[in-house]
């Protein structure tokens, strides 16, 4: 697509269509090395209280929506909270062109979501979006909760405390990865000027050219899910997002006893929704 030529440009990853369910994948363009730094892609959207005094006020007067149980309860602040800011920063036109067309899942729960999406549109929380329906934000929430990546706020410059919540990225390539227990490519959301995000993709190990490139959604910190045994892994995975886990690792581990942790522990990274 062309799209993702654009975007790519020089960088080692290429975009392929399966053509079946899984539809599009990210896969090494050429062989890298282990470290090799393989693709860097600024966010298309994100969301954190500490972004700007826009946000600030967003995000106190969903906390205030969410205590006044008008949020509903079944999608969390911080996923409505990207979504407004992806209508407020890109309009509904570039959110119905660059960000409904990654999630071809159901949509949340659209009673839900329609009464929210008209809390918000009333308390002017979110612009005049014209013709933009409930039915599309909440596909719009659902493509944010399986597709954006996590961030706590410590690690976005100026931040003082983690009281004002986690905030949220989403990218247009860099979604395109699929999970595995046993990731071949390490991620870390840096920050820049002005709140500007930028993810950076690094090989893990060694890769071969068009091998598929595959992220951890599992936090990877000490003592969390990755490190935890195969039936741990999976309850998580199909809680969140949807699916149960058929990674080499996972079909490895099938017929071992589930007594907890067979990871050693690695660095903290930012990542997906945990």
């Known amino acids: 697509m062309p799209v993702f030529e654009e975007l790519v440009g020089s960088w080692n990853v290429v975009p392929r269509d399966t053509g079946g369910p899984g539809g599009w994948i990210l896969c090494a363009k050429a062989a890298a090395t282990a470290g090799e730094v393989l693709l860097c892609e600024r966010a298309l959207v994100v969301s954190s209280a500490d972004a700007s005094s826009e946000n600030k006020v967003l995000f106190a007067e969903l906390a205030e929506l969410e205590r006044r149980r008008a949020l509903g309860g079944s999608v969390a602040l911080g996923v409505h909270a990207a979504a407004c800011c992806a209508l407020r920063s890109l309009g509904s036109e570039a959110v119905r062109g660059a960000v ?36 599309e934000y909440a596909k719009l929430l659902s493509v944010v909760q399986l597709n954006s990546f996590h961030f706590e706020p410590l690690e976005v410059p100026g931040a003082a405390s983690e009281e004002q919540g986690p905030g949220k990225a989403m990218f247009q390539v860099c979604r395109l990865m699929n999970h595995s227990c046993a990731p071949n490519v390490d991620f870390q959301i840096r920050w820049g000027e002005e709140g500007v995000a930028t993810l950076r993709l690094a090989a893990q190990r060694d890769v071969a050219a068009g091998e598929e490139l595959n992220i951890s959604y599992l936090s990877s910190a000490p003592g969390e899910a990755l490190g935890e045994a195969r039936s741990v892994r999976r309850k998580r995975l199909r809680e969140v997002w949807g699916f149960d886990c058929a990674c080499e690792r996972c079909l490895a581990e099938a017929g071992e006893p589930e007594n907890g942790s067979s990871r050693a522990s690695t660095p903290s990274l930012s990542g997906l929704e945990w």
């Open 100 to 135: 409904l067309c990654q999630c071809q899942h159901a949509a949340s729960d659209l009673p839900e979501a329609a009464a929210v999406y008209k809390q918000l549109l009333k308390s002017g929380l979110l612009p005049q979006v014209g013709s933009f329906s409930a039915a």
